[in-house]
């Protein structure tokens, strides 16, 4: 099979252009024997002269003008894939496909979703949410870029990058909002409603408690933090909650809010990408990206 190269092609079309070695070979800043030799073997492949040559200069044969109409066009399609791989260098764009946890997405994307958007115009998001556990898997398996979740999640392929870390808040129903603020010990007392198995943010709410890891069912446990917080202000328990769950989840709910005391419970959020993954630079980009709309 030939194999012509980029290099050959640039150096005939040099040749083609000036028709003498000597002044290709300075345009292609080499020796007029590595030119020479180049388009020899250029020619070796194809099995046809390019050029016709004489003492003072090259001139292109009949097969050499109709395959130096072909040359400019792959020269001219590898200048473009290479401004290409260029812009997108200097702008993330293509397609990113985000995985979210379900107790920060609905709360944390749409202001990202808005500082992407205005960052990187360009850029196709393609959004997966579901469990820690999914997330991780399709990480492994390539089919997610990137996903935000609470750390950490100590796999040796992956790599974590912190982006803020958030408070836990206590939510009772109304009636309750002048009493003390419980302490660890009397809040794992009380029924305390969690999300269903699965969600690391239900490992987190009894790990606050001091409770064991597999709790005895009491009867109810919701995939969502809105059916949480309904049903503790129909005065069914107690739950906990991330604090940028608060203004969403409480506006039309009958709960009280309470701060637990010094030091309060928090959980870290960050974002985690394959440390063998080609878009390292532009994801520490959107991390940082994340990290300020979080902030704001």
């Known amino acids: 099979m030939t194999n012509i190269t980029l290099r050959q092609l640039r150096y005939f079309e040099a040749l083609a252009g000036q028709g003498h070695f ?3 070979a300075e345009i292609c800043s080499v020796s007029q024997p590595a030119l020479s030799m180049q388009i020899k073997e250029l020619e070796g492949q194809l099995g046809m002269a390019l050029f016709e040559r004489m003492s003072r200069q090259a001139r292109l044969t009949a097969f050499g003008e109709d395959f130096a109409r072909h040359a400019r066009d792959v020269l001219r399609g590898a200048e473009a894939l290479e401004e290409m791989a260029r812009k997108a260098q200097e702008q993330f764009s293509g397609r990113l496909r985000l995985g979210v946890i379900p107790t920060i997405a609905p709360y944390l994307l749409p202001r990202v979703f808005k500082a992407l ?28 870029d990137t996903a935000i979740l609470a750390l950490p999640v100590a796999e040796p ?41 699965g969600h690391c943010f239900r490992d987190q709410a009894l790990a606050v408690c001091s409770l064991p890891q597999v709790r005895p069912r009491d009867g109810f446990d919701a995939s969502s933090l809105s059916t949480l917080v309904q049903m503790v202000g129909a005065g069914m328990g107690v739950t906990l909650i991330p604090e940028m769950a608060v203004p969403v989840e409480t506006r039309s709910a009958a709960v009280a809010l309470a ?3 010094a030091p309060e419970p928090t959980r870290r959020v960050g974002m985690v990408w394959r440390k063998s993954s080609p878009l390292i630079a532009q994801l520490q980009d959107v991390a940082a990206l994340v990290r300020s709309a979080a902030a704001a």
Do not use: C, H, N
């Open 157 to 197: 392929s992956l790599e974590e990058v912190t982006l803020f870390e958030e408070r836990f808040v206590l939510v009772r129903p109304e009636g309750d909002a002048g009493l003390p603020v419980p302490s660890a010990d009397s809040l794992s007392q009380m029924r305390l409603l969690l999300l269903e198995e």
């Open 22 to 24: 000597g002044r290709a």
């Open 259 to 261: 701060r637990f005391a």
């Open 117 to 144: 958007a205005a960052r990187y115009p360009r850029l196709d998001i393609q959004l997966r949410e579901t469990l820690t556990s999914k997330l991780l898997e399709e990480l492994e398996e390539g089919r997610l």
